[in-house]
């Protein structure tokens, strides 16, 4: 009798037992396999659905009355279908796991619905190498499985996170570091053998923060017109809430930050800039690309070297990017032409934070192998003593790449005039920035008075065609 009474209850369950996953704040619609539909069902056939032995809601095909799409609801959240009778439930909760039955004449259909609850902190939005902690919750009625937990991230690469299971039922799962491109639509993959299980969570990620690197570094020649820009992405990614931040510069990495601009970005992208610094000489250009925080160095200082860090603030988290600036400057002494069989000393320094692997390097350009002397690594300072005449230049070598160069030429003493070229060229085109002089001659030889006035009129002819030039120094002889 028992026996019988156990086969009968195995073969009803292995017949009509259904397994759904619904996800926490989602819907589901759990059907009630084998129903006829609805025109088909004999009238006066009653249908009701029950949780465990809780009734849900009971529907008959002979009640005129009842709406066309929905019926009979136990709360707001659950409601039926009316042509195949089935289940729906919004808004589902982790607590509406459990084991759900739909009745009719001597049918019973019995699902067990299986809920899986993602949750994402702070709504998914997130700074740039912040390492967010997901958390994924279930409940089942019957023993919670072992999850196989993969994440797809938004250029859909597998990504396989650290996890942390206390239990079944809770597993934190560790996101990995955050970049600004790792904004978009992720997806959690659920896995499960036993029951089998495969379920897809997509959630958003929105991470704001810089679109350039961490770290950069730029080089410049003293006296050059020197542009740092910081490019938020706040606006690709559609960030709709306000942030604050603000720009600091320090000259080494233990002296004290000065603060040069704040900024506010409103949640309607509108950017707002204060300058804070009056002793500090720079400008905010008008003209700059959308949520670009930019300052512009007009004639770079040597002591303006160091880092630049812009940094952004979302609800008392932190992000920022690093521009170090490199500052070159080249001098000779004595300033004046190298009369034949003199010495003169050319010095190259460097101001800012240098790679382990810099050096300097002074050469002369068409000169031999004797003209070239390299600092050693690290050295900020180079000095030669030079006895020929030509245009020397100096530079500063990374990985046996120029980051940049300086140039300071030296006239011979027999010319009348003597023209020193300022130059600089960064990334390989050269720049001539500033032009030296032109010298004033008191001879009486007819003939070099001849030669001066030429000269003179050459200096000026190259004046006006270089407006911008400058006269550093002018030598008397
Ligand atoms: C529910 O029934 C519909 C219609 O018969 C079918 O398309 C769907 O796959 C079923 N859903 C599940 C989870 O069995
Ligand atoms: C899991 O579901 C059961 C009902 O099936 C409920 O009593 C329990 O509170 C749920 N657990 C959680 C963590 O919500
Ligand atoms: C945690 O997950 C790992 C891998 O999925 C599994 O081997 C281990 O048994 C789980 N521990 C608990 C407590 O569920
Ligand atoms: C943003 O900056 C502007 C100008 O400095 C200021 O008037 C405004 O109050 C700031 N807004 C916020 C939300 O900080
Ligand atoms: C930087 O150098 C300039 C002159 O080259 C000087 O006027 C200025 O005070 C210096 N600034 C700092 C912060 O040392
Ligand atoms: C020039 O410098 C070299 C060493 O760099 C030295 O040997 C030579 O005596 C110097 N000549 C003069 C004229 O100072
Ligand atoms: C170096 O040599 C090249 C080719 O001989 C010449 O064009 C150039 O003007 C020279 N430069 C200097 C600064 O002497
Ligand atoms: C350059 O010459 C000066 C004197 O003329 C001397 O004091 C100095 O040590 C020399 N420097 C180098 C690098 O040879």
Redesign the pocket.
Known sequence: HLLLKVFCLISSMAHQNELQTGLAGGEVTLNCTGILPDSKLSRDTLVHWKYYDTPLCKVSTSLPLLPSHTSAFITDRFAIKTQYKQLWVRNLKLSDAGIYTCEYGSHKVRTSLHIFKLMIPLDGHFLQNEVPELILMQNSSSPLP???ITLLDSHNNRVTPE?Q????QKYIVNLRKLETMDSGTWVCQVHSDSPLIDQNIPFAVKVLGFQNPDLERKYATVDSTVILSWHLNSQKIKWKEGFTGQLNWKQQESANPHELLDFNITAQGQLHETKKSSDFLFEIPEIKPESTIEVKLPKVHFNHSGQYQCQLEYQGRHAQSKIELVVMKVSAKPVGPLSRGANMTLTCQVAGPLPPNAYLRWERVNGTKMDIKNSKQKEVKLEVNISAAGLWSCHLIEDSDRKISAHYHVEEAAAWTNYVIIGASVGGSLLVFAIGCLCIITVTNWQRRRQRAKRMAQARQYLLENKTCQCQQMYMW
């Open positions: 072992d999850l196989r996890l299971n206390k239990s079944r």
